[in-house]
């Protein structure tokens, strides 16, 4: 549906679509005090003069807001319809296990817009009608506090649409004073681009061209330009103070400012990074800000830290977690989260499994559920605010093209799959009469409740939600184990990627671990139940053997001095 745009290499599409558009919904919601290790309070978001960075704990949901609930009936999902539907997300109570548990919200863009995906903005300021109304925003941002959740929104401040009026003007103008807002050529310049695509695109209306790293209908807006920056500063804050979110996902980051030949990963990109969070930090503390950088290296990563965005998505521990799933060797993945751990900032990098730009990972593991269990088993033990794509938790397919990767949410065997009392925006994948919410709401042994209490539990646990992660060896090629601690708790996690049990499962803790010792070992939480059959550690406190670990099992043991 974007044009231009699905004629792009799939590299390329994966990496821009996720645009930044406002930053993502991010709902925190605080259930912790009814557990004795829960890594927070109870309580709405919010309190009266008390700044945290709640993002360090919880896990965050993905929202496309036109497929998730439809509230009015025209086919498309709106604001409204995610309001009534907030408390399958998070019912606020921290004593029950009936919701997802996430404390926080992305949502997808919301703004003004001439598509369907919302990352071409024709004004930033203002929730696209489709959706509803700004206030219909300000209501879910109450409503998602009122259950303890946090609301981020997607932010795309990379390009606007060329619909947009201020590119409108400075296209029909040349003494527009929108004119240095974007960046214009009298000939087309011979320039490299970073997937093989067009990024100077003839103008409709004089003989000149005009750049757009992904396409001709997302004209680069021009930093260079100190106006641009100080508008869109403006409109970070008015997102913040006006409309009440909790922080942005920022779409599309290494390309904000160009260097000659060098278009991703400049130094001017950094300085411009760094005052967008110098200016969401001052405007509303306490807010959060990820940025989506899915190219280049963990090395590359690194430079956009310390003091620019709060955390990014960690691709790279993404694709292996999912190949560890895929091929049932886990070496890809202890070699990720290795490299995450020795390069990044504790708790700044968050994980994930697919998003909307990405085949989902149900299709990727070949619509095995028991690997699905064992990628996000991985992925929610993980240390920094994990992300869950919406309809991952009930293995919900698709694949390219893009539309079909966002088809609206399984709710039901009912019409339309319970989205929509209408006719969906896009038709529902065929297996939505079998694979829903409905249908999975009761199964003890479904997807829909492995992540329901994976996500519990790592809410319970000051470890799991905020704790160092220190990487242990296995025994088993199709093993994965580290460690999760604080001050006040220890927890060794077990992962067997692999399509058959292993018996005498030998894990060596790391250094820093074992000299922490000695320990006595607690069985705490497996998935599926019965993964785990009994654990011993050595005398000399520096391994764990596990008795046996099932086919893509998940186990867990609590370290005890």
Not at 184 to 198: F, M
Not at 386 to 407: Q, S
Request: charged share 20%.
């Amino acid at each position: 549906m974007r044009g231009k745009e699905q004629d792009l290499p799939f590299a390329m599409r994966t990496s821009r679509l996720t645009l930044a558009r406002r930053l993502v919904v991010v709902v925190s919601a605080c259930f912790a005090a009814a557990c004795a290790n829960s890594a927070v309070s109870t309580g709405v978001v919010g309190a009266p003069g008390v700044v945290t960075q709640w993002w360090r704990d919880g896990v965050c949901y993905e929202v496309f807001v036109r497929s998730f609930a439809d509230a009015d009936g025209d086919g498309i999902g709106d604001l409204r319809g995610l309001t009534a539907r907030l408390d399958y997300i998070n019912d606020g109570n921290p004593a029950s296990s009936a919701s997802l548990g996430a404390k926080c919200i992305w949502l997808m863009p919301i703004d003004k817009s001439m598509s369907y995906h919302g990352y071409d903005v024709t004004d930033y300021y203002h929730v696209d009608p489709h959706y509803g109304s700004d206030e219909d925003f300000r209501k879910l941002v109450q409503e998602a506090h009122r259950r303890g959740i946090h609301v981020i929104v997607d932010f795309v401040p990379n390009h606007s649409s060329s619909e947009h009026p201020f590119f409108q003007s400075a296209l029909h103008d040349p003494a527009s004073p929108y004119r240095s807002w974007y960046r214009w050529s009298s000939v087309k310049p011979e320039q490299p681009s970073t997937w093989g695509q067009e990024v100077w695109h003839k103008s409709p209306v004089r003989d000149e061209y005009y750049y757009g790293l992904f396409w001709g209908g997302m004209p680069d807006l021009n930093y260079e330009t100190p106006a641009v920056l100080q508008e869109m500063q403006k409109v970070a804050a008015d997102w913040l103070k006006d409309m009440h979110a909790d922080g942005f996902r920022f779409d599309a980051i290494p390309y904000l400012v160009e260097d000659g030949n060098q278009l991703a990963h400049t130094r001017g990109t950094h300085d411009v990074l760094r005052q967008f969070g110098n200016t969401v930090r001052s405007e509303a503390p306490g807010s959060f800000t990820i940025g989506e950088m899915s190219d280049g290296s963990a090395q590359v990563l690194a430079t956009y830290y310390p003091d620019q965005l709060d955390a990014y998505f960690a691709f790279g521990v993404a694709g292996a977690t999912v190949e560890a799933a895929r091929t049932g060797n886990a070496a890809s993945f202890n070699q990720a989260i290795q490299e995450a751990n020795a390069t990044f900032p504790a708790g700044r990098w968050s994980s994930f499994l697919t998003n909307h730009d990405q085949p989902r990972v149900m299709t990727v593991l070949g619509g095995d559920a028991a690997k699905a269990r064992v990628a996000a088993s991985a992925m929610l033990m993980l240390p920094g605010l994990p992300f869950v794509y919406y309809g991952e938790e009930i293995g919900m397919v698709g694949a390219k093209p893009d539309e079909t990767i966002r088809t609206p949410m399984q709710w039901s065997a009912d019409s339309n799959g319970g989205f929509s009392s209408g006719t969906a925006w896009e038709s529902l994948q065929p297996d939505w009469i079998a694979k829903n919410v409905a249908t999975q709401d009761h199964d003890r042994g479904s997807l829909l409740n492995h992540y329901r209490r994976l996500i519990h539990f790592r809410n319970a646990h000051s470890a799991l939600s905020g704790g160092t992660l220190d990487i242990a060896t296995t025994s088993d090629a199709a093993g994965a184990a580290f460690v999760r601690s604080t001050s006040d708790e220890t927890i060794l996690i077990a992962l067997n990627f692999g399509d058959h049990a292993v018996d005498r499962f030998g894990i060596a803790l790391s250094s820093a671990v074992a000299g922490s010792g000695p320990y006595r070992i607690e069985p705490l939480h497996a998935d599926p139940e019965g993964s785990c059959m009994g654990g011993m550690i050595s005398a000399d406190g520096k391994s764990v053997t596990v008795d046996s670990i099932a086919a893509h099992g998940f186990c867990s043991f609590r370290l005890n001095h």
